[in-house]
């Protein structure tokens, strides 16, 4: 490290600086986008900003957000690349994964070529893409993936339900042994397909259209059998898999069985399953649909489970789940449109880290050690970005977010940036907010106030996140 006082580009000073090691009272300084010294005292930088008294977080990483993906069963996205990352950096994350989505009889390639070009002029911070594979036709799995892999698109997401999205258990083993041979995470999304069109007919016939039959359609059971099953694949096939968006208390179990029995299982879950409830879906008039999302948020005293699973580290990433659909749209059908028929999804891009620092860090029931792994670190690793995102140390990227711990604030949609008409957290008051963001060293948002531009971000290959595997599995073995 140079003693030269001209050396740094900038020193953020002064702050409680989250690092692998814990809290400590460091000087950052930054040279050329990173992160260059952490240390006491370290001499003046060209700029400076003074972060006494503040907590500096690594940025976050939002590894599960949607933005300006293809319409899909008449949604429309209300946010693109530049709301959509402003909002999110306004909220303390410095990189996003959003997913470039292809439906059955499309091209992979046609569309990750799209989504670059729809994220290059406007995204405001840095950004990768997971690939959602809706058809895992020969040259998919022979050409496409392997290319996209090797130029950095190293995730690939799967549903199990979706018409149009899911795959058969066949398909899925086809994906993880692709995913298993190039080194790539497979996320599923894990609900059981039969479960949902069995009991949504039977909720229709009876006449049980009333947006609250959402939560009854997509029942706890479906979500622990499918989990069960994406864990089963996973380790026939060998390749491990991140579970997504747990929502039920039933499916953190079958996670925390495999985990002690060493399987390589991870998962995320989303702040509607540990700040909404069913009881927010029950509403006299139509606002209901605010919280209509899949999986939905389920039975209040669910949340306890969810939160244990975060808090005992079952859960290891806390993403967003930013689906960025508009009030105006999920009502458009008027007071009797049946719960089938609301668009679904819950925006929460800006809203992600304040809710989760208010309650588990303010609240005492989590330390900023473990906030940085589950906000952050542990998607940098899963994903392939470690160590250049996700953590504060020297060859770092300098994204960072600096909190006032003490800062209260009251949600509501007009203090945030994303286009989306509402959030689903509106009046829930808070404490600690991130007051500070810096992208490679670049401060990108201070004091409620925006020093960037559209099409500043970048796009960024990740590595291979695991290793690559040619040995057969043990399941062929003689
Ligand atoms: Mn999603």
Not at 180 to 204: K, P, Y
């Amino acid at each position: 490290m140079s003693a030269d006082s001209t050396a740094f580009d900038l020193v953020i000073r002064g702050g409680t600086v989250v690092t692998p090691q814990g809290p400590s009272q460091l000087d950052i300084g930054v040279r050329d986008g990173v992160i260059a010294a952490l240390g006491a005292g370290l001499p003046k930088g060209q700029s400076e900003v003074d972060a006494t008294g503040h907590i500096v977080l690594p940025g976050g990483i939002d590894s599960h957000c949607h933005m300006d993906q293809q319409p899909w069963e008449g949604r429309s996205s209300a946010d693109d690349f530049r709301t959509g990352t402003l909002s999110a950096m306004c909220g303390g994350t410095t990189t996003v994964i959003p997913f470039a989505m292809q439906m059955r009889g499309q091209s992979l390639r046609a569309i990750v070529d799209d989504y670059y070009e729809r994220a290059r002029p406007k995204a405001h911070i840095d950004y990768s893409f997971h690939l959602v594979v809706g058809d895992p036709t020969p040259e998919v799995l022979s050409r496409e993936l392997p290319a996209l892999i090797a130029e950095g698109c190293t995730s690939i997401k799967i549903y199990l339900t979706y018409d149009g999205l899911k795959l058969d258990d066949y398909e899925v083993l086809q994906v993880l042994d692709l995913a298993r041979r190039e080194g790539a995470m497979v996320m599923v999304h894990a609900e059981n397909d039969g479960c949902i069109r069995w009991l949504t007919e039977r909720l229709l016939a009876e006449r049980k259209t009333k947006i609250k039959y959402h939560v009854a359609s997509h029942p706890d059971i479906g979500d622990r059998e499918a989990t069960y099953r994406a864990i089963s694949l996973s380790e026939l096939a060998e390749a491990p898999v991140l579970v997504a968006h747990v929502a039920a208390g039933a499916a953190v179990d079958e996670i925390r069985r495999a985990k002690a029995r060493g399987v390589p299982i991870y998962a995320e879950t989303c702040p509607q399953y540990l700040f909404l409830s069913a009881d927010d879906l029950d509403t006299h008039d139509m606002s209901g649909a605010k919280c209509v999302c899949t999986p939905p948020p389920k039975h209040k005293d669910n949340q306890q489970h969810i939160w244990r699973g975060v808090l005992d580290g079952t859960l290891d990433c806390f993403t967003s789940d930013h689906s960025p659909i508009n009030y105006v749209d999920k009502i458009a059908g008027g007071p009797d449109t049946p719960f089938t028929k609301i668009p679904l999804g819950v925006p929460g891009i800006e809203t992600r880290l304040p809710l989760l620092f208010s309650a588990a860090v303010s609240g005492g029931r989590m330390t900023l050690l473990d906030f940085a792994e589950i906000t952050a670190t542990r998607a940098a690793r899963l994903f392939g970005l470690y160590p250049r995102k996700g953590v504060i140390a020297v060859g770092s990227d300098a994204d960072l977010a600096i909190w006032d711990p003490e800062k209260r604030v009251t949600i509501t949609n007009t203090i945030l940036h994303h286009a989306t008409d509402y959030t689903p957290y509106e009046g829930m008051e808070v404490q600690g907010w991130p007051v500070t963001t810096i992208s490679r060293g670049e401060v990108v948002w201070a004091n409620g106030a925006v020093s960037s531009n559209a099409g500043r971000g970048k796009f960024i290959a990740c590595e291979r996140p695991l290793q690559r595997m040619t040995t057969p599995i043990a399941a062929l073995k003689g």
